[in-house]
């Protein structure tokens, strides 16, 4: 079956496009075609914007002394983006089947056989402001090819769809065959404001074995690291570095850092540019402690069996962290405090039994996925 999958653009976020790659290679080991529908990562300013655009940002800029901001943002991201990507391109180059579609309305449904959406916050209107073609609107008049959810996320267990917004979508989910979400928290808001049934499953990079990741590593040939603690931090403070410092300082470990400033704009070029995806799994794989606020380095710290604590990531979405640690009993592993983070370093994680729930839910999950795409 050729198989078009629909989820967040594949730019320099590790979890992204390891979510990506990890739904695709499953397909393709049930014994399906997968192409990933991705979008530029390159901004242009349309000529009916310009006019408002640019006298506003000139005032915030010097009027308003916002310093971050950029005149000719478009042109400046278009020069900077190929420099911060260069390894993450690399990755999905090599390893992601991507077609590149600007135009979703463009797509041609003789091309597919089916349309699989997710995962990731894909189902959240700050991360995806188009939120319609989530739900696939622009296949509304397809006629024979099936539409699954695996695995979206609205990211929160707030909602966020506009009126408009939820009746549309609402309209556009019963054409589906089947749907999935990544949280038991979307579980109650499909019913709720969808009236739709829907399954709990795992997140796609769950789907793949630690040995699937290892692989990827030595391929590459990795240079590893050890009596390290890796410090995977999105949302950086004084608290949480105080925080990284304290659990090194207690463990006797080294700190290596995860990622760059990809997100700042303000910094360095050369300190955005984002590490390899390899070089970013290998991080884990040496990690003797994971500090992060990452819901995908929580999920990797389980995949490698590594001792962690994630710091509640409110901005991000809280939810979706309490759905994943819960599955496996690791609430505790949520902190949003020092006092909270020193109670939990040194207590062990049972990890035969995590491992046991994990291939559990894995089957499930793949289960789901086989059956969804077979039904006629």
């Not at 041609?108 to 959240?124: C, H, M, N, T, Y």
């Not at 630690?210 to 590893?224: C, F, I, N, P």
């Not at 608290?239 to 463990?251: G, M, P, Y």
């Not at 884990?284 to 590594?306: G, L, P, R």
């Amino acid at each position: 079956m050729r198989i078009g999958i629909l989820t967040l653009p594949l730019h320099t976020n590790y979890g992204g496009i390891l979510q990506a790659y990890a739904l695709q290679t499953i397909l393709e080991c049930i014994g399906h075609e997968a192409v990933v529908l991705d979008k530029s990562p390159y901004r242009h300013l349309p000529l009916w914007k310009m006019p408002l655009s640019y006298p506003k940002r000139i005032l915030e800029k010097y009027i308003l002394g916002e310093t971050s901001v950029r005149i000719f943002a478009e042109q400046w991201h278009n020069r900077a983006y190929p420099i911060i990507s260069q390894y993450t391109q690399m990755f999905i180059d090599t390893y992601i089947h991507r077609r590149e579609v600007n135009d979703l309305s463009k797509l041609d449904e003789k091309d597919f056989e089916a349309i699989v959406v997710g995962s990731d916050q894909i189902w959240r209107v700050r991360y995806y402001p188009k939120i319609e073609n989530a739900f696939l609107d622009f296949a509304q008049r397809w006629k024979q090819v099936k539409r699954v959810a695996y695995a979206p996320s609205f990211g929160t267990d707030v909602w966020e769809y506009s009126q408009k917004q939820t009746e549309r979508c609402k309209l556009l989910l019963q054409k589906f065959d089947a749907v999935s979400v990544r949280e038991s928290s979307a579980v109650e808001l499909c019913a709720k404001y969808f009236e739709c049934e829907a399954t709990h499953v795992l997140d796609p990079t769950l789907l793949l074995n630690v040995e699937d990741y290892m692989w990827l590593v030595a391929r590459q040939g990795v240079k590893h690291n050890s009596n390290m603690l890796l410090q995977y931090i999105l949302d950086e403070d004084e608290t949480k570095k105080e925080l990284v410092e304290c659990i090194a300082n207690e463990k006797g470990l080294n700190i290596v850092r995860g990622n760059s400033k990809v997100e700042d704009v303000t910094a360095q070029l050369e300190e955005r540019i984002q590490p390899a995806v390899e070089q970013w799994l290998c991080g884990f794989q040496d990690a003797d402690f994971v500090i992060t606020d990452s819901f995908h380095a929580c999920v990797f710290s389980i995949i490698y069996n590594k001792p962690f604590i994630v710091y509640g990531n409110e901005k991000r979405g809280y939810a979706r962290f309490l759905s994943l640690l819960s599955l496996f009993g690791l609430e505790d592993r949520l902190v949003t405090n020092q006092c909270e983070a020193l109670n939990i370093i040194n207590k062990s994680i049972d990890w035969e039994r995590v491992n046991h729930l994990r291939d559990e839910m894995q089957k499930y999950s793949i289960s789901f996925l086989v059956s969804s795409l077979d039904l006629k």
